[in-house]
């Protein structure tokens, strides 16, 4: 999949994998991943291959973490993304 592909398709659908939110955070899945099992960032397990099913979140709840406090942004970033949410 091309990058342009798997950008359209983030920004289609309200769930992210991992990587994903990953990428949306600027951080690697190894952070995102504790995260989740710290319950610091809400996710939804689907499926229930062997490996445990994929693990999904939802573009609001990381939002809500980076808005919150627990992301990487500056002030200025935050009241930007607060005003993009505001505005939907």
């Known amino acids: 999949m091309t990058k342009l592909v798997?950008?359209?398709k983030m920004q289609r659908s309200p769930w992210l994998t991992v990587q994903?939110?990953?990428r949306y955070m600027r951080a690697c899945?190894?952070?995102v991943r504790s995260l989740i099992a710290s319950?610091?960032?809400k996710s939804k397990k689907r499926g229930t291959r062997p490996t445990g099913g994929k693990i999904l979140i939802h573009r609001n709840w990381v939002?809500?973490?980076i808005i919150g406090g627990g992301g990487r942004l500056t002030t200025k970033q935050k009241t930007e993304l607060?005003?993009?949410k505001n505005e939907q």
């Open 6 to 8: 798997s950008q359209l």
């Open 20 to 22: 994903e939110v990953a």
């Open 29 to 31: 899945e190894r952070t």
């Open 39 to 41: 319950g610091k960032l």
């Open 63 to 65: 939002d809500k973490f």
């Open 82 to 84: 607060q005003e993009l």
